[in-house]
């Protein structure tokens, strides 16, 4: 079942959903335009689906300007809408992952420049990393700004952590493109997991914590909750031969099945059409009569209403 909200405006900033509202703004799109969107996945689940929303919106406007933007250019407007101008205390690595796709190793400098190297591996090893992954939704909604703002405001406090944590990149780097046994990519994503959790109360809760402990004792070795925190969906670190019971551990949840994406944000179908500039100028000179339902009546109402017709035979005698 799809249901849609509808949004019939004249202007950009008479639009409620802040995405639409700041892209078209940030884009300086005045023309009328039809926008669709559909999700696979809900809201406020960690998955990054705001970033890819308005990534994938910059694309496909800047296509309808007749522009073809380098995937660096939609990640950095893209953090520009979301930090700056909606003001949304989030991160900048789902805008980087969506606009790029693929598995890549992302450095953030203090300059502001943003480096993205592709993380270069045999299929073989990706197909091994794969198959250890398990993804599962815990139920759980959050907004991500709310749980990063616990602890965004104060790094400097958390820097140790963080640390940390930097390291925990290079060292998964180094097992993903070695030869040794893939598990410990699992322990090493337990460990950080553990580290995020110091960083914040919010980045889990009892029912989150309820849920790492039956998975671990079904057999997954490592995992960690997508995105801030909080809830949304619970990756897991599973060797094959223990995914069953996994699943049957967590069988209240939804599993969600899933593949890694390496072609990032696409325009997958485009065409010129007849450009309808003129008439719009001219439309915008007139003053249009809202638009309006005539009132209805009902059937038996308009029965009564009507003048009765003779009967065939009634007409006879007359003539």
């Known amino acids: 079942m799809v249901y849609s909200e509808i ?9 409620k959903h802040p995405a639409v ?30 970033s890819a929303f308005t990534v994938g919106l910059l694309n496909a406007l800047h296509a309808l300007k007749g522009e073809m933007p380098s995937k660096q250019q939609l990640a950095r407007e893209s953090i520009t809408v979301e930090q700056e101008r909606l003001q949304e205390v989030v991160g900048s690595q789902d805008q980087v ?9 992302v450095s953030f400098m203090t300059n502001g420049e943003i480096s993205v190297r592709p993380v270069t591996l045999p299929a073989e090893r990706i197909g091994e990393l794969k198959s250890h992954l398990l993804m599962f939704y815990s139920g759980v909604k959050r907004t991500a700004s709310e749980v990063a703002s616990t602890y965004a405001n104060d790094l400097e406090a958390r820097r140790q952590q963080l640390r940390i944590m930097n390291d925990f990149v290079e060292e998964g780097l180094s097992i993903l ?18 580290t995020k959790q110091s960083l914040s109360a919010k980045v889990s809760n009892a029912y989150v914590d309820e849920l790492f402990e039956a998975a671990l004792g079904a057999g997954a070795i490592g ?12 990756l897991l670190f599973v060797p094959p031969a223990q995914h069953q019971r996994v699943r049957e551990a967590l069988r209240r949840l939804l599993w969600l099945p899933f593949d890694f994406e390496f072609a990032g944000s696409q325009i997958i179908f485009y065409t010129h059409e007849r450009d309808y500039e003129i008439y719009e ?7 249009l009569e809202p638009s309006r339902e005539l009132p209805t009546t009902s059937r038996r109402r308009a029965s009564r209403a009507a003048p009765a017709r003779p009967s065939a035979a009634r007409s006879r005698r007359k003539a």
């Not at 949004?7 to 639009?15: F, G, H, L, V, W």
């Not at 995105?227 to 969906?233: N, Q, R």
């Open 7 to 15: 949004e019939n405006c004249q202007r950009a900033d008479e639009i």
């Open 21 to 50: 509202r700041e892209v078209l703004g940030f884009l300086g799109i005045k023309r009328g335009v039809e926008i669709h969107h559909d999700g696979d996945l809900p809201a406020r689940s960690g998955m990054g689906s705001s």
């Open 97 to 105: 992952l969506a606009a790029y796709g693929g598995l890549n190793h």
């Open 177 to 194: 493109s070695g030869r040794e046994d893939i598990t410990r990519f699992g322990k090493l994503l337990r460990e950080a997991w553990q």
């Open 223 to 234: 995992g960690k909750l997508t995105g801030a925190g909080g809830g949304g969906f619970l």
């Open 281 to 287: 100028r001219l439309r915008e000179q007139q003053k």
